[in-house]
């Protein structure tokens, strides 16, 4: 199972199988969450105003369901897209042959889509940052095309703000993540939390052609506030069974062990892990 897909309890997982090629940051806000007690603030929310909360949980439920149309729509305009694997099946875990083991290696960005049970967070209007500005996408891309992915950034973005209202409203937020979110949205960026709240990390969508100084100088306010940023790719697998070692592992095991045709040799008093792969069988010298 490869790429982006929108999930709810009780229903069957859906492949998204085109997605807008989009870049995201994962924050770190460093502060240790606790799930169950995010639960139970919700849970007695929804005691004292059942109501309004069950609203809140419908909203973010609505929100999530158009990101999931949003990222297939490029699919159906002739946009740039991600392959993502097969739309609207639904998944069931398989074996990854020998031959499948390139899926391993990192991907270009892609989007993401919005879990339909997930919390979500961003930051604050007003920005008047480049992030948002227009910049040269140079290339082969059309006006139409780069016009087409401004207005995706911009739909998803400000999705992922409404969805950080939400999340504030039912309580799961944290000062931690509030001030990573404002200092994002200086840059016109609202991200979004993962998991359950209260803590943990926030990623946020970028666009396409987001200067690379901007993304550093975003990474250099972030670290000054001891928060880490990342880039990682999407789109691509994530766990996988594997019905062969792919040769990336072997590829590794080698360069620990040496070539396969050479015996390695494990000094007295050594330990060897009891899971670790080796191309040859280590031999162990008596005393």
């Known amino acids: 199972?490869?790429?982006?897909?929108?999930?709810?309890?009780?229903?069957?997982?859906e492949n998204l199988?085109?997605?807008?090629?989009?870049?995201?940051i994962l924050v770190n806000s460093k502060v240790e969450r606790n799930t169950s007690r995010m639960v139970q603030t919700v849970k007695e929310r929804m005691k004292r105003?059942?109501?309004?909360?069950?609203n809140i949980l419908n909203t973010i439920d609505a929100i999530s369901l158009e990101v999931a149309s949003l990222l297939q729509k490029s699919d159906e305009n002739g946009a740039n897209v991600v392959e993502n694997g097969g739309r609207s099946?639904?998944?069931?875990?398989?074996?990854?042959?020998?031959?499948?083991?390139?899926?391993?290696?990192?991907?270009?960005?892609?989007?993401?889509?919005?879990?339909?049970?997930?919390?979500?967070?961003?930051?604050?209007?007003?920005?008047?940052?480049?992030?948002?500005?227009?910049?040269?996408?140079?290339g082969d891309g059309s006006k139409s095309e780069r016009n087409e992915f401004n207005e995706t950034f911009a739909h998803?973005?400000?999705?992922?703000?409404?969805?950080?209202?939400?999340?504030?409203?039912?309580?799961?937020?944290?000062?931690?993540?509030?001030?990573?979110?404002?200092l994002l949205a200086r840059y016109g960026i609202h991200p979004k939390m993962t998991g359950a709240g209260g803590g943990g990390s926030v990623?946020?969508?970028?666009?396409?052609?987001?200067?690379?100084?901007?993304?550093?100088?975003?990474?250099?306010e972030l670290a000054k506030l001891d928060y880490d940023m990342w880039q990682p790719p999407l789109g691509g697998?994530?766990?996988?069974?594997?019905?062969?070692?792919?040769?990336?592992?072997?590829?590794?095991?080698?360069?620990?062990?040496g070539p396969v045709s050479s015996r390695s040799t494990t000094p007295a008093g050594s330990n060897t892990p009891a899971g670790s792969h080796q191309s040859t069988p280590a031999v162990r010298h008596k005393k």
Do not use: W
Request: hydrophobic share 35%.
């Open 1 to 13: 199972m490869c790429g982006v897909a929108s999930y709810k309890p009780g229903r069957p997982i």
């Open 17 to 24: 199988r085109n997605i807008p090629n989009l870049k995201v």
């Open 49 to 54: 105003s059942p109501f309004v909360v069950e």
């Open 89 to 138: 099946a639904t998944l069931t875990p398989s074996f990854v042959t020998e031959t499948d083991h390139h899926n391993l290696q990192p991907m270009s960005v892609g989007g993401r889509s919005s879990s339909l049970s997930s919390y979500v967070a961003s930051g604050k209007r007003g920005s008047t940052a480049s992030a948002l500005s227009g910049v040269s996408t140079g």
């Open 156 to 182: 998803l973005n400000d999705l992922c703000r409404i969805n950080n209202s939400m999340l504030v409203a039912l309580g799961v937020g944290h000062p931690k993540v509030d001030q990573i979110c404002t």
């Open 203 to 220: 990623f946020a969508f970028l666009k396409p052609d987001t200067p690379s100084t901007i993304i550093s100088m975003i990474k250099d």
């Open 237 to 257: 697998c994530g766990v996988m069974l594997h019905s062969l070692k792919p040769d990336v592992f072997v590829a590794a095991d080698r360069a620990t062990t």
